[in-house]
């Protein structure tokens, strides 16, 4: 079996990926995150990817309301680390493509070639129209284009003297960014629309999916793969998944319907509404949701070998290459993955 990656989503902002009053509660704290790293990195674990963040959504656990920079922190916990990846995000309808190719070019000599740049083209419209940064004249479509483009402009301006480009989304006249970075940063991108998976196949290393059914998940991921290979490239397919770890599997099950009982159904709400949604649909439909939609991805629960059984089915059954991992209480779970979980998982994998 081919050895598959296991990283983590780290909780740079408040709440982490629980949108629960009953579940803990992660701060958007440096010296948290950095535990976080310090753990993944001493367990041996792939990689570590802190999201971009600028607006919450409210509810009783003002749920990422207080957030941290991805980009400074990830190249602190570069100086930090040795051997784990670091993943930053990046928004290319925020920032210019010239920023993004010097930024991570100092991140490749800050981390010795284990920096990664995760790019997205803005899903959350509120946190940028309070910034006057949302064009709602941009169809889907459209932001493709937008990020291809600027996907181009930073591959050149990473191994070529000068770049000129004239876009419709920026332009860049005889622009120069040196030095070249040594080896080119992981380029991670999410998404399971078409478009998305299209990105992902022509330009990134790292795909990172969802979908609605573990064959839909099977079929994104063949699919990257495929459209990867037709361009001689690789590209590795990943998934979101939370772990929620316990003694037995009875006690993992009551510590997860015990999350599921604090849903904050408001910041549910609030974020429905930021992906589009009218704030009356958005309401109703949290109004009636289930405890489980406190994870904001899907879930197993279990004692450490069920969770490692767990996590094998879910990359056999959706042909992965590897998965990214959350953690209600990650200063409590990760220790408990790192020494009890992943060996299991890498003897799994041969």
């Known amino acids: 079996?081919?050895?598959?990656?296991?990283?983590?989503?780290?909780?740079n902002a408040a709440g982490g990926w629980m949108i629960s009053s009953t579940a803990p509660y992660p701060p958007a704290d440096y010296d948290y995150n950095r535990q976080v790293a310090l753990a993944a990195d001493g367990y041996g674990l792939d990689?570590?990817?802190?999201?971009?963040?600028?607006?919450?959504?409210?509810?009783?656990?003002?749920?990422?309301?207080?957030?941290?920079?991805?980009?400074?922190?990830?190249?602190?916990?570069?100086e930090a680390t040795t051997h784990v990846g670091v993943w930053g995000t990046i928004h290319c309808n925020v920032?210019?493509?010239?920023?993004?190719a010097k930024i991570f070019t100092t991140l490749q000599q800050i981390s010795h070639g284990r920096g990664g740049m995760n790019i997205v083209n803005g899903s959350y419209a509120d946190e940028f129209r309070q910034m006057g940064l949302w064009n709602d004249s941009m169809s889907h479509a459209d932001r493709y284009r937008m990020t291809?483009?600027?996907?181009?402009?930073?591959?050149?301006?990473?191994?070529?003297?000068?770049?000129?480009?004239?876009?419709?989304?920026?332009?860049?006249?005889?622009?120069q960014s040196r030095p070249h970075p040594?080896?080119?940063?992981?380029?991670?991108?999410?998404g399971r629309s078409a478009l998305g998976r299209k990105f992902q196949a022509k330009y990134a290393d790292a795909a990172f999916l969802g979908s609605d059914s573990m064959a839909e998940m099977r079929e994104f991921a063949r699919d990257v793969h495929d459209q990867a290979a037709a361009h001689g490239r690789t590209c590795g397919t990943y998934a979101m998944l939370t772990l929620v770890i316990g003694e037995t599997d009875a006690a993992a099950e009551r510590a997860a319907a015990a999350y599921a009982q604090g849903i904050d159904r408001v910041a549910l709400a609030n974020m429905r509404s930021s992906w589009g949604w009218a704030q009356e649909k958005a309401l109703s439909w949290a109004e009636d949701a289930?405890?489980?939609?406190?994870?904001?991805?899907?879930?197993?629960?279990?004692?450490?070998?069920?969770?490692?059984?767990?996590?094998?089915?879910?990359?056999?059954?959706?042909?992965?290459?590897?998965?990214?991992?959350?953690?209600p209480d990650y200063l409590r779970d990760l220790p408990v993955f790192g020494t009890e979980v992943l060996p299991l998982l890498r003897a799994a994998d041969g």
């Open 1 to 11: 079996m081919t050895r598959k990656d296991y990283g983590v989503f780290l909780p």
């Open 182 to 190: 040594v080896t080119r940063p992981t380029v991670v991108s999410a």
């Open 290 to 327: 289930p405890g489980d939609e406190a994870f904001q991805t899907p879930y197993i629960t279990g004692s450490p070998t069920t969770i490692a059984e767990r996590v094998h089915r879910v990359l056999d059954g959706a042909e992965l290459d590897g998965i990214m991992l959350i953690f």
């Open 95 to 100: 920032q210019h493509p010239a920023f993004a």
């Open 47 to 78: 990689f570590v990817m802190a999201m971009s963040k600028w607006l919450g959504f409210g509810g009783a656990t003002d749920h990422w309301g207080e957030t941290i920079d991805s980009l400074s922190l990830i190249a602190a916990l570069a």
């Open 148 to 175: 291809e483009a600027w996907m181009t402009a930073v591959d050149r301006l990473w191994t070529e003297p000068e770049v000129t480009m004239k876009t419709d989304f920026f332009v860049l006249d005889r622009c």
